[in-house]
């Protein structure tokens, strides 16, 4: 029997499937920021149950072990997106506890002992200095009384005592240390750019007494973007830089800089968060690395010599982060069918031994949609790229004839980039008879520099473009209904979908998660580290009024006549509430029909499981009643405003 003879028949959109909103909340484990101490892994797991608290999580022997028990919540908000919220050293941990900013000490066996002060200082990207007992990290000073914070690079002695070693710079990311403690490196930039635009990286002398001497510039500038400074163990400077037009890897020597492995492929990423690691050193003469070619990962072994790239197999195409020592890498890897996961590969034999899943017991395989990598014209004769997700289900399928909605994803930053590795949420959608989009306009990284600044200038406008061409090139191939289009997006990408329902007739209807309305209020709002980024992506501030007056689209709510529904966390700093609420009153009071779900305790992204099962359900809720569809028996009914029933 064929599974077509087995599927029944029904409407896209009304499949039972397995995986519910609870499942979505519930299933996956948030993993991040991993670490390898001798023969310890450590990582960094989200606990949606527990409000979104996160914990730093060990495995020792085979036994796994939390170093940071409830209420401790391992995270810090240095640039607001946060990252590096944790070091450690021969059992030693130390971390920024997110209620009060303050850092912690946990020697082995022992319980978190705080060591700063309580003010209103924030710290991240911790290195170890234990031959002068204290850590050095980014430091960002909200007690100064200036408009923003002031960022340096500060010791921190196990005593309490701080001192700067670094300031002047408006940013600071990547303090390393030399193995012999005797040069540290680090990066910094300043307004008006982002870290992916232009990035310097310095070395400075340290004196016996900890303080620097001789800083120096390596290499960097306004248009060479630089990132993850590392030392070799034979004390050699490594870094990635993009001045080729990629981000690709170089050894500093002997006041030279040389390439490693010229090629078009991006060892390196957008510094959205400190503490990532796309390299490290099996020894001084190879590096075990991971690549971005055509939006995949891929790992593989450099010999730093003979600058030789050689692949290693594994079933992963993205890989997150990596951490390597002499035996073993450490990877937080995911694919289409394996969700987010930690991984050791032996970089001799390739035997690779999964350790955490952030999904425990994934769905029937029959249930899960595996995407297709594709490229597809768009505006001005320029190419986009994305996963297209067709709808799967064991037991359903389309009757004859009828084509599914499509749901396209503007995926958020915007200098961020869409993955193909398994997401649950996405799966909710497919399931049930969607299919999915997931788009990487220009502007997304993970295809080089030019096509990052694709969107110079262009933000409002060319993700837009990319984001209908996907959805009318699938239209136009006969694979998704060209009358049931829908567009969805978070932050940046909220701005995309409103952008696209104001703009253009594509889409029949669209959700915002904490989007941007208002470019304006973007910018008096924002917080120290985007505060120019729209300088970039739209104009200098001497030009800004009218193109912000024309690509915010609180200013064209005439022409919005698409329905909307809105998700916002109160407590986002970000996009604050305001951004929603002033788009959410223009629509009501003109007719239109919408719905505005807002949630306590939530920032710029949900960590509650039931926000989660809260947002989904309602946006669920929300097509179907669009589409003229019965909510299916146990979806909760859904409030939306100048709907004609």
């Known amino acids: 029997m064929t599974d077509a003879i087995r599927k029944q028949a029904a409407p896209c959109g009304t499949w039972t499937s397995p995986i519910s909103a609870s499942v979505v909340a519930a299933g996956a484990v948030p993993l991040s920021q991993i670490a390898l101490d001798g023969h310890d892994v450590l990582w960094l797991a989200g606990r949606a149950s527990e409000a979104g608290r996160t914990t730093l999580q060990r495995l020792r022997a085979g036994a796994s072990a939390e170093l940071t028990p409830s209420p401790f919540n391992v995270r810090t908000r240095v640039h607001e997106y946060g990252g590096g919220a944790y070091a450690v050293d021969g059992g030693t941990v130390w971390f920024s506890h997110f209620a009060d900013n303050r850092l912690y000490q946990v020697e082995p066996g022992g319980e978190p002992v705080c060591f700063t002060r309580e003010e209103a200082v924030r710290y991240a990207d911790f290195v170890p200095d234990r031959a002068r007992n204290r850590l050095i990290a980014v430091r960002e000073d909200h007690l100064a009384g200036e408009a923003y914070p002031v960022n340096t690079i500060c010791a921190v002695g196990f005593d309490g005592v701080e001192s700067i070693l670094v300031d002047g710079n408006d940013f600071y990311a990547a303090p390393r240390l030399s193995p012999d403690g005797r040069h540290l490196a680090w990066l910094c930039w300043d307004h008006p750019r982002m870290p992916w635009q232009g990035t310097e990286l310095w070395v400075a002398d340290v004196n016996p007494d900890g303080s620097l001497v001789d800083g120096r510039l390596i290499a960097g500038g306004i248009d060479e973007s630089i990132c993850q400074p590392e030392w070799s163990p034979d004390g050699l400077l490594h870094f990635v830089s993009d001045r080729s037009g990629w981000w690709n890897l170089y050894r500093f020597e002997d006041g030279v800089v040389h390439p490693l492995c010229p090629r078009e492929a991006e060892f390196g990423g957008p510094q959205w968060n400190f503490g990532g690691s796309m390299y490290g050193f099996i020894s001084s003469d190879e590096i075990i690395c991971t690549y971005i070619e055509d939006g995949i990962s891929r790992l593989g072994r450099l010999s730093t ?25 450490l990877v937080l890897a995911g694919s289409p069918t394996i969700a987010l996961e930690l991984a050791l590969i032996d970089p001799h034999s390739g035997k690779r031994t999964v350790l955490v899943q952030s999904i425990a017991q994934l769905p029937p395989v029959e249930n899960l949609s595996v995407p297709q990598s594709i490229r597809y014209p768009s505006a001005n004769g320029r190419s986009a790229y994305a996963f297209y997700y067709p709808p799967a289900n064991a037991q359903f399928e389309a009757p004859a004839g009828e084509l599914p909605p499509l749901i396209v994803i503007g995926h958020g930053g915007p200098t961020s980039m869409a993955t193909s590795t398994l997401k649950l949420a996405t799966q909710f959608w497919t399931s049930r008879g969607f299919a999915v989009l997931d788009v990487n306009y220009g502007g997304s990284s993970g295809f080089g520099r030019v096509y990052r600044d694709l969107l110079k200038g262009q933000w409002g406008v060319l993700d837009v473009e990319d984001c209908v061409a996907g959805a009318r090139y699938l239209a136009e191939q006969g694979t998704v209904d060209p009358e049931r289009l829908l567009i969805r997006g978070s932050s940046a990408g909220g701005l995309t979908t409103l952008n696209a329902l104001t703009f253009h007739d594509v889409f029949k209807a669209g959700a915002s998660y904490y989007g941007v309305s208002d470019l304006a209020g973007l910018d008096a709002d924002s917080h120290k580290f985007e505060s120019h980024y729209n300088e970039y992506l739209i104009a200098p501030k001497a030009q800004a009024q009218a193109v912000y007056q024309a690509r915010s689209p609180i200013h064209h709510t005439d022409a919005l006549k698409r329905p ?14 305001q951004q929603s609420e002033t788009m959410v009153n223009a629509l009501r009071a003109r007719g239109v029909p919408v719905a505005y779900l807002t949630l306590e305790g939530e920032g710029h992204g949900f960590r509650k499981a039931e926000s989660v099962v809260r947002t989904l359900e309602a946006e669920l809720a929300f097509y179907l009643r669009v589409f003229g569809i019965a909510l299916p028996e146990g979806l909760p009914q859904l409030e939306i405003e100048n709907l004609a029933a």
Do not use: N
């Open 305 to 329: 010599r003979g600058c030789l790239l050689t692949p290693i197999e594994t079933p992963y195409q993205e890989i997150r982060e990596l951490r390597v020592s002499p035996d073993a890498v």
């Open 564 to 577: 909307m529904i809105f998700f916002q966390g109160l407590d986002d700093k970000v996009v604050p509430p």
